[in-house]
T-cell receptor
């Protein structure tokens, strides 16, 4: 069974810092990997989608990479801002199922 | 990106009553919709998967008679919490997918409080 781990569970950084969030998975047979952001009391907002055949995707200050052989994905956030404070989740699509990580709670301190 | 709308965002009800939550895909036809429950500071717990025109597939441990899911059209799925009790209080979120790339789009979530 696919297991998805996000470490650390919480991260606090000063504004302006570049940071990396990690997502590890145990089964490399994935269809795609998606990164989401969740603000308190809200649904999930899709940030980036990486197909199985892709290595990375970029959107603005965000860059997500995928290394299936090592079972890892990273979300790089450049020049962090207080508005980036949220919980970030990764999700994997495999066959007919989706697997979610437990999330990393990010706080960017002004 | 595709938009999924969930309504209501907050609902408070008395114990024993039933509550319906709607999930609509606004600009696409959702082949599959999913319902989740989320406890504080935890990840999403999948409750059921629904395909238009067919019965929902419930995850183990989820009572299908308590959490009624209807997916009557390609743009609407509903979750009805029947005879709600305080332990049903939670944050419920829907998501939808379409096409072959299996990208997920989420609703805004619904906070249910049962008194």
């Amino acid at each position: 069974k696919q297991e998805v781990t996000q470490i650390p569970a919480a991260l606090s950084v000063p504004e302006g810092e570049n940071l990396v969030l990690n997502c590890s998975f145990t089964d490399s047979a994935i269809y795609n990997l998606q990164w989401f952001r969740q603000d308190p009391g809200k649904g999930l907002t899709s940030l980036l989608l990486i197909q199985s055949s892709q290595r990375e995707q970029t959107s603005g200050r965000l860059n997500a990479s995928l290394d299936k052989s090592s079972g890892r994905s990273t979300l790089y956030i450049a020049a962090s801002q207080p508005g980036d404070s949220a919980t970030y989740l990764c999700a994997l699509a495999t066959g007919n199922q989706f697997y979610f990580g437990t999330g990393t709670s990010l706080t960017v301190i002004p | 990106g595709a938009v999924v709308s969930q309504h209501p965002s907050r609902v408070i009800c008395k114990s024993g009553t039933s509550v319906k939550i709607e999930c609509r895909s606004l600009d696409f036809q959702a082949t599959t919709m999913f319902w989740y429950r989320q406890f504080p500071k935890q990840s999403l717990m999948l409750m059921a998967t629904s395909n238009e025109g067919s019965k929902a597939t419930y995850e183990q441990g989820v009572e299908k008679d308590k959490f009624l899911i209807n997916h009557a059209s390609l743009t609407l799925s509903t979750l009805t919490v029947t005879s709600a009790h305080p332990e049903d209080s939670s944050f419920y979120i829907c998501s939808a997918t379409f096409g072959g790339n299996r990208e997920l789009f989420f609703g805004e979530g619904s906070r249910l409080t049962v008194l």
